[in-house]
């Protein structure tokens, strides 16, 4: 297994009342801001080695957030999706952000979106990996994994704290078998997601995120759901800033489906299709996601030259 560096900049920013939200920074911290929303189960230190790299190299400053009830951020049940972006809000007024780009990661991606609409003179682009699609409303699409979340949706506001403080002990002692487990997932996985995580950069990545932040509390995940089967609080359709959208057409979770009728519903949006990926598909493509993203904040500046 290789070593993970540490993230230059590790700690929280307060929020809301009496609450705090983990952050996590990589690469340079005088570049262009990009917030990283990791997937659900996920942490703050959920993005690719090569990433933070590319980050370094290219004077790019990545940050990564914890949601909500796990790693270092307080528990909390949002409203709605939408709620979140007060919070967002609240870190980049923290850390002298004034404009940035944000990329939400399956799980992650509602609340880029919800970043994305609230924010439209801030948010100069948004990249969306495998991301989750409303389940309630007329922009909801059935199918894939959120057809189970819909039905546990009820039970996790009572269950999810409980079973979310199970996990977290376990993950306390599971470092010896953490490996091995990824292993064993990867295994059932499609053949795309299974190649991903027999790379050691990538396994070493997944096991430093979920061994440090989920050592402390696992209740996110829960939240997520619970969150993902309410009115999101806004409409996909009023988003007006430019999306670029990464599907892979093999995603056994989030179908590629879902891709298609979230960029229909989008006003300035790109599906661009992985080929023969999965769910994970995107982390393999950090890189050509974030100089994607990059170019397209270079033509939005260009557009508002005078």
Not at 163 to 182: K, M, Q, W, Y
Not at 192 to 218: I, V, Y
Not at 237 to 255: A, E, K, L
């Amino acid at each position: 297994m290789i070593d993970v560096e540490r993230p230059k900049l590790e700690g929280n920013v307060a929020v809301g009342d009496n609450r705090r939200i983990g952050i996590a920074e990589f690469g340079s911290a005088t570049g262009r801001a990009v917030f990283w929303l990791h997937g659900t189960p996920g942490a703050r230190r959920q993005i690719p080695i090569e990433a933070r790299r590319y980050a370094e190299s290219e004077n790019i400053r990545i940050i990564g957030l914890d949601r909500p009830g796990v790693g270092s951020s307080t528990p909390h049940s949002y409203d709605s999706v939408h709620s979140f972006a007060d919070d967002l809000s609240t870190i980049a007024d923290t850390l002298g952000i004034d404009r940035f780009a944000v990329i939400g990661l399956s799980g992650g991606g509602p609340y880029a979106l919800a970043v994305a609409e609230a924010m439209p003179q801030r948010v100069v682009v948004t990249g969306i990996l495998g991301g989750v699609a409303p389940t309630h409303g007329p922009e909801a699409i059935d199918g894939g994994a959120m057809e189970i979340g819909k039905r546990l949706a009820p039970l996790l506001p009572t269950l999810g704290m409980p079973i979310g403080r199970v996990l977290s002990s376990f993950v306390r002692v599971a470092r010896p078998i953490a490996e091995p487990a990824i292993g064993i997932y990867g295994r059932f996985s499609p053949a795309a997601d299974r190649e991903l995580l027999q790379r050691p950069e990538f396994k070493a990545m997944f096991l430093d995120d979920l061994l440090n932040g989920g050592r402390k509390q696992m209740e996110a995940p829960f939240a997520d759901v619970v969150v993902f089967c309410r009115d999101w609080g806004f409409k996909v359709g009023n988003i007006t800033g430019p999306v670029r959208w990464w599907h892979g057409d093999h995603d056994h979770i989030i179908p590629h489906a879902h891709g298609e009728h979230m960029v229909q519903l989008l006003a300035d949006a790109k599906l661009l299709t992985m080929t023969g990926e999965s769910h994970l598909g995107g982390l393999g493509m950090a890189v050509d996601i974030i100089a994607e993203l990059m170019d397209v904040w270079d033509q939005q500046s260009r557009i508002l030259i005078p």
